[in-house]
């Protein structure tokens, strides 16, 4: 009974001398990469103040592709280019085998006006579903490209010291593509990136996603589990009968059909959907109907969208709007044509991930990490992250001195990147990267 107590007692003091190991070879790493990034700084702002003057939107991403495409092939890396129309993804070999991680930022940019201000404001123009529209980077995926190409130099730089193989993923599209419509059966950005098989020839055990928001700059903020929302577009179309505004018994009139079913849709949140499993969001974006004020119209036509964070709740809700305005117009003696369309799935962090990287977070951040409340907002990210173990992060680009609650939002044009998180950002990026290939079991 002696001696399998002593070879156990053996075997975890080699476990436990190789777990210290490779903790101080990370930690070494991560103090390589917190002098590389610094001295790359300038030039990380440089890229993210070009990017951002000359904006491109979802599935147009050119210029910024080939942007990205030239610093990885000269950084020496595997370059895939034209993936999803316009992604560009990087491979980084390091010089000992090991496992594979990817790391993600997206490229597009918004159809919005930028106001005057920033010497490097986009004054560019793009085509949205046809439509010619001003384009803005009022999301910050400038920042996301930016930091991306200063991780893959940083941890380039590192390639003799690296366990396995990186995986850098510039993704087009993430706010939706200028191409194709919802419900269009075409797909886009991480999607289309997965179903042309990004992950078949190089499968990565893990994936992380960053993403700037409102707050104190330089401060990482995350959470477990549920963390940005299901997206799906709702569409109603009501058709009613046509006739004279000053005699409306003699129609069927959509206008107030129209008015019902949106009072209706908010007891779908507040009657009929359990909050104690997930807040639920529906919200009517826009309404169009009717030519003259004394004419009731044949048809009105709304538009909006669905926000969930679990599935079982997400599809009570999709049928719950769809009899709530089926029937309401039905006792209007109307008729409702209703689409939903599932467009984005909820980002649900892996809590392993989640629990076993929050020492290597406050280490990048200098200990600025605090838990996030849950994003309204949805990301493709999602994909990748049911695809593979993800955690997705992010990072405040308010300045220190500014109420990051009084902050212009994301998709504002009044959205503001704090431009010294930026390094932070980076630092994280590379320092996840090292952490999980140092703490993942050979292949």
Aim: aromatic share 6%.
């Amino acid at each position: 009974m002696t001696r399998p107590i002593h070879t156990l007692s053996a075997l975890m003091l080699i476990v436990a001398s190789a777990t210290l190991a490779s903790g101080a070879t990370s930690l070494s790493l991560e103090q390589k990469i917190r002098e590389r990034t610094a001295s790359i700084e300038t030039k990380l702002i440089a890229w993210r103040r070009d990017i951002h003057q000359h904006p491109e939107l979802g599935d147009q991403e050119l210029r910024t592709a080939r942007l990205v495409e030239e610093h990885l092939r000269g950084l020496g890396l595997e370059v895939r280019t034209g993936v999803a129309r316009t992604g560009v993804v990087g491979i980084l070999k390091g010089a000992k085998p090991g496992p594979t991680v990817a790391l993600r930022a997206d490229m597009d940019a918004l159809p919005v006006k930028e106001p005057d201000g920033l010497p490097f404001a986009s004054k560019a123009k793009g085509r949205h579903w046809g439509k010619e529209v001003d384009v803005m980077h009022a999301c910050g995926h400038d920042a996301h490209t930016a930091m991306l190409m200063a991780t893959a130099e940083v941890l380039t730089g590192l390639k003799d010291d690296l366990l396995g193989t990186v995986m850098f993923i510039f993704q087009p599209a993430e706010e939706g593509s200028s191409l194709v419509t919802p419900g269009s059966g075409k797909t886009w950005g991480a999607k289309l990136m997965l179903q042309e098989g990004i992950f078949t020839e190089t499968k990565p055990d893990g994936v992380f996603g960053l993403h700037v928001m409102p707050g104190h700059s330089g401060e990482i903020f995350y959470r477990s589990g549920a963390t940005t929302a299901s997206g799906d577009a709702l569409d109603i179309t009501i058709t009613g009968k046509q006739g004279h505004g000053g005699m409306p018994w003699n129609t069927i009139d959509p206008i107030t059909t129209s008015a019902l079913i949106i009072s209706g849709l908010q007891t779908v949140v507040s009657r009929k959907a359990n909050l104690t499993l997930s807040p639920t969001v529906v919200t009517i974006g826009t309404i169009h109907g009717g030519q003259a004020g004394n004419v009731v119209p044949e048809t009105v036509h709304m538009a909006g969208t669905i926000r969930t964070y679990d599935d079982t709740v997400r599809e009570v809700v999709h049928h719950d709007s769809r009899v709530t305005a089926e029937k309401i117009a039905e006792s209007a003696g109307a008729k409702a044509d209703v689409s939903i369309v599932k467009i984005y799935d909820a980002t649900v962090n892996d809590e392993e991930l989640a629990g076993r990287f929050w020492p290597v977070l406050e280490r990048a951040a200098d200990g600025r990490v605090s838990r996030a409340p849950l994003v309204g907002a949805s990301e493709d990210f999602s994909f990748f992250a049911e695809a593979t173990p993800g955690l997705f992060v992010f990072l405040g680009i308010t300045p220190r001195d500014q109420d990051p609650a009084k902050a212009a939002p994301n998709h504002s044009p009044s959205f503001f990147v704090d431009e010294s998180a930026l390094v932070v950002g980076s630092r994280t990026m590379a320092s996840l990267a090292v952490n999980f290939l140092d703490s993942q079991p050979e292949k």
